[in-house]
């Protein structure tokens, strides 16, 4: 068996050489004076957007299962307000089902081309009705039609009986409108903190903490 072949940490060297690149990315020292997380956020997903080369808004999803362990799993932002980070999958799921049964999450962004992430942690809320039927309504007709089809998290024989499913709910709603499966909603992650880390230069890395005090923020820099 091969053993993996884990990076060495970088030399001094190496980290002179990414200096200047890493303080134009992460050097403007302006971040500490926010008031708020949510506007921070979204400035950095804009710039994030601009420099991923895929889903800037992939972010790791950590729930608790009914023993008390873990999981996570990458899922999409799909919207972020001053009301918390929204997401949408099936409410079957194994996500879904842990949420329901403790409905509170963690949350991961982490931008490798910035050399960038954000932790949040807080309660979990459905959505209404009406957004998450406005979002459904947004995807591809695919999309929709594989959310009738798959019967998420469940035992699958064999990748022919996804297809056969496809096939079948594609018959069913050929020529008219795929609607909202009723297990298919959204989520809301209400913050009651959030986190921003951004890399420096010898592991002497920025975090700022942002914590919920009543309707306003409390704000603190942590040491690396």
């Known amino acids: 068996m091969t053993a993996a072949v884990i990076p060495s940490s970088p030399t001094r060297e190496e980290y002179a050489a990414d ?10 020292e302006s971040v500490f004076n926010r008031e708020e997380p949510v506007g921070l956020f979204v400035d950095w997903l804009a710039d994030a957007r601009g ?17 008390g362990l873990p999981d996570c799993r990458m899922v999409l932002l799909k ?10 999958s099936n409410s079957e799921s194994a996500k879904g ?26 309660a979990v809320e459905p959505v209404s009705a009406a957004e998450a039927d406005a979002y459904f309504a947004s995807r591809a007709r695919e999309s929709r039609i594989g959310a009738w089809a798959s019967d998420q998290s469940r ?11 496809v096939a079948r709910e594609t018959a069913r709603f050929d020529g008219d409108e795929v609607p909202r499966p009723a297990r298919w909603i959204g989520w809301r992650l209400v ?15 920025d975090r700022l903490r942002f914590e919920r005090d009543g309707q306003a923020w409390t704000r603190t820099r942590l040491w690396p």
Do not use: I
């Open 155 to 165: 035992p699958l024989s064999d990748r022919a009986d996804l297809e056969a499913a």
């Open 191 to 205: 913050p009651d903190a959030v986190e921003f880390w951004r890399d420096r230069p010898f592991r002497l890395h």
């Open 51 to 67: 420099t991923e080369p895929n889903d800037a808004n992939a972010m790791a999803l950590a729930t608790v299962d009914a023993d």
């Open 79 to 88: 919207d972020v307000d001053p009301r918390g980070f929204t997401f949408y």
């Open 97 to 122: 089902e842990q949420l329901t049964a403790r409905p509170a999450a963690a949350l991961l962004f982490h931008w490798k081309t910035l050399r960038r992430q954000v932790r949040v942690r807080g």
């Open 19 to 28: 200096y200047a690149a890493a303080l134009a990315a992460n050097g403007d």
